[in-house]
């Protein structure tokens, strides 16, 4: 076997365990509330600081991947989670869960976003990059559907400190098996990109980076930013972020909750939104290889928009049909999104600043998801009901089906400088 398929099947399970922790958040906010007395509007922040620091810090850990190579970024990501979720087992003040919550477990988890993936596809794979980028998207749900229902299940019966110490302990399980595994680069065992044609050049190590990690990833931001793509990906993959972990990761199991479902159940649901978006998503990475990653974009933002603005309506105290077809519809278009925008980065951008930039557009929709958090706790707050906050996502994801269009076919035919592999 190719040691590319060992390294993708460590990157896969790093990638389940961070959905794992993330995907938490929702089944914990009700027991949290009952313990402490905090309001949604507290809870909400922290998880709402969660994500903001989660997308922030991809950019950066794309960069520290690049100078620190993989395996010690990740070990050392598994390690502060570990640390972040143990320590939550003895907090007693709002702003500790902030601090333990929100910005320890959001630097650790958003180290193995996402861009994590997006890196390894880009240097161990040249053929079937975008399966593989798809089967690393469909890691998050698989690790929503693996943790949420006995994350649901420990919160409901022996406590939310046994959910925390499961994720706690996972996390420091997985760290030998990614020393072990987890290699840097082709290059560094001696070997090339799987698909790649091993007579064309011998392998050869990479050379060393010339820049500090923050200074590759500020200097990507401002050759980025004078794109028009960028700017079409950024916005776009902000109210991607909007409409999946920051609505329906954070608030749809209370949410189903105020209309009378129980919490286990929710959470149920929650998860097979996950195996839905298995299937969804590895059949995007199918699709990106084959058909213009533009017009797969229109069709899913389109297709979420219209959705989510039925969900107020289907939201009842048990499970009817109109609200598993839901599930099932929504659940196909979860994180589809990620293979296509993937390839429009390395298109668009090159295949050597592809990863960090596909950082700052994931950090949009890790911002887009910490604002909708907010957002949607503080229209529960004040109204009583999420239905504006539904309608709002649907709206957003139609106006970010519009935009997909506006990007230029090919990688020079765009305003500003081109950013591209030839420049």
């Known amino acids: 076997m190719h040691r590319a398929w ?56 794309a960069a520290l991947m690049e100078r620190f190579g993989l395996r010690r970024v990740v070990a050392a990501s598994l390690t502060l989670v570990a640390v972040g979720a143990g320590l939550t087992l003895v907090m007693t003040e709002a702003w500790q869960l902030w601090l333990l919550w929100g910005f320890a477990i959001g630097v650790g988890t958003g180290s193995l976003a996402l861009v994590f993936g997006a890196v390894v596809a880009n240097r161990w794979f040249v053929r079937h990059r975008g399966v593989v980028v798809g089967v690393f998207s469909a890691a998050s749900s698989t690790g929503q559907l693996v943790f949420l229902p006995a994350i649901a299940h420990l919160a409901d019966g022996p406590g939310w400190r046994w959910a925390a110490g499961l994720v706690a302990a996972f996390a420091l399980l997985l760290v030998p098996l990614v ?27 990479a050379p060393a980076p010339t820049r500090g990690a923050a200074r590759v990833a500020i200097d990507t931001l401002r050759e980025a930013s004078r794109s028009r793509v960028f700017w079409i990906l950024f916005g776009t993959f902000w109210v991607c972020g909007w ?55 229109l069709v899913y933002y389109l297709l979420r928009g219209l959705s989510l603005l039925a969900v107020p309506y289907l939201l009842a105290e048990v499970v009817h049909p109109s609200l598993f077809v839901f599930i099932v519809f929504y659940g196909l278009d979860w994180v589809a999104t990620v293979p296509p925008t993937v390839a429009l980065c390395r298109a ?27 957002y949607a706790g503080l229209v529960r707050q004040g109204i009583g009901a999420y239905t504006t906050a ?34």
Do not use: K
């Not at 958040?25 to 903001?52: D, K, M, Q, Y």
């Not at 329906?248 to 939104?273: K, Q, R, V, W």
């Open 243 to 297: 409409s999946t972990n920051g609505l329906i990761g954070t608030h749809f199991i209370p949410a189903a909750h105020d209309h009378g479902m129980p919490e286990t159940t929710a959470a149920s649901l929650l998860a097979l939104i996950g195996v839905f978006d298995i299937v969804g998503t590895v059949a995007s990475g199918w699709l990106t290889d084959r058909v213009d990653s533009r017009y797969l974009l």
């Open 179 to 205: 020393l072990l595994l987890l290699a840097d680069s082709p290059e560094s065992v001696g070997t090339t990109a799987y698909g790649a044609d091993p007579t064309l050049a011998a392998p050869v190590p």
């Open 6 to 61: 060992w390294v993708a099947a460590i990157t896969m399970g790093a990638l389940i365990a961070a959905a794992g922790f993330r995907s938490s958040t929702g089944a914990l906010l009700e027991p949290l509330e009952s313990e402490f007395g905090w309001s949604r509007t507290t809870t909400s922040g922290a998880v709402s600081l969660n994500l903001i620091v989660y997308g922030l810090t991809a950019p950066f850990a």
């Open 390 to 423: 539904w309608l709002t996502a649907g709206v957003l994801c139609l106006l970010a089906a519009a935009a997909v269009l506006l990007i230029p076919a090919r990688a020079g035919d765009q305003e500003g400088t081109a950013v591209s592999g030839s420049t």
């Open 348 to 374: 668009h951008f090159g295949p050597e600043r592809a990863a960090v930039v596909f950082g700052w557009v994931f950090a949009a929709h890790m911002v887009g998801a910490g604002v909708a958090a907010a």
